[in-house]
C-alpha cells in the first residue's frame, strides 16, 4: 500500500455540530497534506480520530494501514503527534522533557540521553537545553513540543496547527524545521488557518468548512480554478463597502466578496485584468468614494478561499490577523 493515510466518509457529531461531515482523503508516504481551515473546520477533530484519540462515529479510517479503531496501538506505535495543547513539562528542563519522552519509548538510560541530545541539536536548542521549559519563548516551546513527537521516530506525523500564535519570525523557523522533516521521508498531515502556510509546505491541500472538504489539489490547482486575476479595492471608509461591491459585481459580471476586517472588496476579472482595473479607478472616482488601496493580482489562497466559501478563512478567528495583514502586504507589493 502507497498512502500512509486513508480516511474514508469519517463523520463525527458532537450534539447537533456536525464537526464532520463525510471526509475522505488519502496521503501517499512521504508527502505533505496541508488541511487548511477556519476556526471550528473540524481540523482538531480530524486529527484526533486520525490519532486514535477519538472514535469516529462512522466511516473508516487506516494509518500505516492499521485501523484507527480496531488497531489503535499498531497506529500509535507509527504515529507522532503535535496538539493545539502541549506535552511538555513546564517545570523541567528542554533535555528532561526529552529524556522522559524517551524512556516512555522504554529507551535505555544512555540511548535516552543520546536521542535527547540528538533532537535538541536538531531543534536549535541545544543554548537551552537546561534551561526550565517556561523560560522559552513561543517559538522555542512549539520546537521543543515538535522534538517531543519526534522521540518515538513515528513514520507518520501530525501537526495540528503548529504556528497558530507565533510571530512571524518564529513561523518560518518552524517551517524550515517542517520542510526538513520531510526531506527525511516522514509523511505529515498539518492544519492550518493560514493560507500563506499550506502554500508553503503542502504537496496536496484539502480545504475544509463546517466539517466538509470544499476543495482540493495543489496550491497551484486551487488558484488556478478561480481563473484570472482578481481585482482588490480598499476602501477608506467602512460605509463604502456596499457600494463598492455592487459596482465591481457591475463591471465584473462577478460576484465580489467583501472583507469587512480589511475593508476589502475582492472581485475575480478574468482575463480582462489591466482594462477593469481602469475601469474601476473611473467608476470608483466617478462615485466620490475614497479607497486607501487598489490592486490587481493573481489569486492567492486567500481569494480560493474567499470564493469557496464566501468567508475570509480567519474572519473573527484570528486576532492577530496575520494571514490576512500578509495577503493585503503581498497585494500591494505585486502592483
Ligand atoms: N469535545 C467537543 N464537544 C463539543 N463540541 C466540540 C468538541 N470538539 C469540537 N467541537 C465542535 O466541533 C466543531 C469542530 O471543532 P474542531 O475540530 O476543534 O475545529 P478546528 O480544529 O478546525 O478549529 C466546532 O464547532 C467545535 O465547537
Ligand atoms: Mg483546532
Redesign the pocket.
Known sequence: MNNAIEAYDLRKS??Q?K??DGIDLSVEKGKILGVL????????????ILTTLTHPDSGRCLVAGFDVVSQARQVREKIGLTG?TTAIQEELTGAENLEIMARLYHMPKKAAKLKALELLERFDLVDAKDRAAKTYSGGMKRRLDLAASLVGSPSILFL??PTTGLDPRARIGMWKVIENLVGGGTTLLL?TQYLDEADELADEIIV?DK?KIIAKGTSDELKRNIGGDVLNVQVAHENDLTEVSLALEKLAAATATISREELIVRVGVGSRGSAALAEALRELDRLQISIADISLRRPSLDDVFLSLTGHAPTEGANPQGSNVGRGRKKSSDER
Not at 481551515?37 to 484526533?48: C, D, E, I, Q, Y
Open positions: 458532537y450534539g455540530v464537526a464532520l481551515g477556519p476556526n471550528g473546520a473540524g481540523k482538531t477533530t480530524l486529527v484526533k493545539q495540528d496547527e492544519t475544509i466539517g
